[in-house]
């Protein structure tokens, strides 16, 4: 091989090296920090809501009133920390558990407030009812069933022949024989006591007492009647007492 065939190979062009521009610095990318869920958020809001739940039950709700404040506190706690410039998530959630604690508080107020009121008109019925009881016992005691009256009046007739009339109170008794109608008019603090008034046919020696024979009985205190009884017949018996006011 000779000298002449071998060709000589041109240099490779190289690339020109780039001057480095004085004073450049790579910019470094943001990183991103992932944001945790508020602990104090969910701790309210799950007191707001336990408060809320136990706000309508009597006596109870007492519990949920310091619910309601703790709740009302973590909230507030985790509002900042929940911020645009906070490192925590959930700034929703603890919005709601301040609007729930907020009305949990409002609702146990309301509703002492009824409780109570009910609870002392109840308190207050038993108590007059208990004055009641004594105020009729003592007044049993004495024989009053009529307090306040001023006139009792008792009153008999009979259609056919004469009629037995008994009459009295506490125990006592009178009788007496009547002939068509009879009338009694008592006044005064007896006016208030437990009269009675019974009546029925004589015995009649002639025949007996006539079928249709009527006897009837009434008492009427200060013009109010209080007890009305009729018969029909020779067994006809009628029996009035101021007690028959309450039945």
Known sequence: MTNQNMQPQAPTPQQPIQPQQPGYT???QPQTIEKHMSALGITGFVLAILALVLSWIPI??????VFAIAGLVFALFALHATGKKGKRKGRALVVAALVISLISGGVVLYTQSVYGKAADQ???????????LKHDSENYEKGIVNEGAKELKMQVTISNGDSEVIYGMDGGSSNETITGSWEKTITGDDAQKAWTVSAYPSFNLDGD?????QVTCTITVDGKQVSHKEATGDSANVHCSVYDKDN
């Open 26 to 28: 790579p910019i470094a």
């Open 60 to 65: 109870v709700n007492n519990m949920a009133f």
């Open 122 to 132: 109840v308190s207050k019925s038993l108590d007059d009812a208990s004055k009641q």
């Open 209 to 213: 007492t006539p079928d249709d024979t």
